[in-house]
């Protein structure tokens, strides 16, 4: 194969969108197609005012800028650009099943298999598909057999590149990633795949960053990454409740074991739950295929992640109903953040939806505010657990521009995303315009409980007496 000028990547969603425009910006002599069947989301990528592209992140609209129109494109015309490419991309969503067998633990592969389908069917030569998508371990054998036997003579190299960006950092994760990881097959065709990748990459990234590995480890390796992460979240998490009882400290206790350099400081940080469309499908999906495998003490392990995890955002719901009384019915409650972290609209799995679904079940009417979350989402994010009808959700909360307005006349507030502005707000102004005592639930341990203190308010962080 020679060098690679030419990447269609299908999928233009918060991985595909950020992915491809780095690889644009760095590799102007690529010319990068990011192809979707949602005319919606192409369109917004095609915005004129680059900042309305549909992904929110820092940094990201300037990158769209710099490249677009010039080696990067978003287009709906999916066949042409898999048949122009000599690398494809899959970037398609895996969202865990909610149907059938594996329901609400294996990952739905429709649209990975829609893909290999249609590449097969559209590809007139050799072709080295990567899959960037977070796909269960052995994957790639599904796609090799629907492309070798269904394709029209084509041969294909599969390749896993799983993304390791994280979301609300996506551009200086991709701009400067701990690594990039390539599995390829041990074959001297799957090698000369892998290579054409690593020179991808190699144009803005070391060589020694490049991780190559075959590819079930390369598949596994992104699963478990997410396993680990999560993993520390509900470790510090299972503990803040102990320190509620006890009066440690959660944040002193994490102080002190994060300097022990085996153990670090990062992702030690105690909050509400943890959410993001990854974590919780891809730990699910490994337990999952751990059972499959007759590994029911290795699926029971990692299971409780997700126990721990469901457990801490009950609780916080729950210790919220038991401070306001033991009632929250008709009591305003305003929620400071949707999103499922800082500095992303993404609002998928995050935390605040399933607060506001048991307080909503205990009739509580709620108020949001997100800097960057809009209305439709919030209303999409609740229509879609189903609890109750689309105009209950309409009447029990309702979404708002203005922080000031969403805290005003409210019996409590919630923090439920780590929003920097949260923090510069006027605290006493906000404290005037609720009924008292005032309330705040930091659910993610980000004011400073002090001044709110000597302001009048009584705080409950996580992890604190
Ligand atoms: N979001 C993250 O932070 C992150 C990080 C690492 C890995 N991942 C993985 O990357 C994958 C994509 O995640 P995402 O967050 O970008 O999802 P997303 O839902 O934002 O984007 C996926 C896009 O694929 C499109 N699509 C689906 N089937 C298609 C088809 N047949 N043809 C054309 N377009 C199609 C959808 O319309 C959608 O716009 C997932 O497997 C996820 O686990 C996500």
């Given at each position: 194969m020679t060098q690679i000028t030419k990447i269609c990547c299908i999928g233009a969603g918060y991985v595909g969108g950020p992915t491809m425009a780095m690889i644009a910006k760095k590799c102007p002599h690529i010319k990068v197609t990011v192809v979707d069947l949602n005319e919606q989301r192409i369109a917004a990528w095609n915005d004129e005012d680059v900042n309305k592209i549909p992904v929110y992140e820092p940094g990201l609209s300037e990158v769209v800028a710099e490249a677009r129109g010039r080696n990067l494109f978003f287009s709906t015309e999916v066949e042409s650009a898999i048949a122009d490419a000599q690398m494809v991309f899959i970037s398609v969503n895996t969202p865990t099943k909610t149907y059938g067998a594996g329901k609400g633990q294996a990952a739905d592969l429709k649209w990975i298999e829609l893909c290999a389908r249609q590449i097969a069917r559209v590809a007139k030569d050799n072709k080295i598909i990567v899959e960037k998508s977070t796909l269960p371990v052995r994957t790639a054998s599904a796609i090799r057999d629907i492309l070798t036997h269904t394709g029209n003579g084509s041969q294909f190299q599969i390749l896993s590149n799983p993304e390791f960006l994280a979301e609300g950092t996506a551009v200086e994760d991709l701009d400067a990633p701990d690594r990039v990881l390539i599995g390829g097959d041990s074959t001297p065709e799957g090698q000369i795949a892998v290579q054409a990748l690593v020179d991808v990459y190699a144009n803005w990234i070391p060589r020694e960053r490049i991780l190559t590995t075959n590819v079930w480890s390369s598949e596994l390796s992104k699963l478990t990454a997410n396993a680990f992460l999560a993993q520390r979240v509900s470790s510090i998490n299972s503990l803040s409740e102990l320190c509620e009882k006890t009066e440690a400290d959660i944040t002193e206790v994490a102080k002190a074991i994060g300097t022990d350099s085996r153990i670090g400081p990062k992702f030690l940080k105690a909050s509400v739950g943890f959410g993001g469309s990854c974590f919780q499908k891809d730990i699910l999906n490994l337990v999952y295929i751990a059972r499959s495998y007759g590994l029911q003490e290795v699926a029971d392990y990692w299971e409780q992640v997700i126990i721990m995890n469901d457990h801490q955002k009950k609780r916080f719901a729950n210790q919220m109903i038991r401070d306001l009384y033991n009632t929250v019915n008709g009591k305003k409650i305003s929620f400071l953040g949707w999103a499922f972290k800082k500095d992303t609209n993404d609002t998928r799995e995050s935390a605040a939806i399933y607060v506001a679904d048991h307080l909503l079940y205990e009739q509580a009417y709620i108020s949001v505010y997100d800097p960057k979350v809009l209305e439709d989402q919030v209303y999409a994010d609740l229509d879609y657990?189903?609890?109750?009808?689309q105009e209950e959700n309409r009447n029990g909360v309702k979404v708002v521009s203005d922080p000031y307005e969403a805290c005003k006349g409210a019996h409590a507030i919630a923090v439920l995303t780590e929003w920097d502005e949260f923090k510069n707000y006027d605290w006493q102004r906000i404290y005037d315009s609720m009924l008292k005592p005032a309330k705040i639930f930091d659910g993610r341990n980000l004011l400073d409980t002090n001044k709110l203190s000597d302001i009048g308010f009584i705080v409950q962080a996580i992890g604190k007496k």
């Open positions: 657990l189903g609890s109750r009808t």
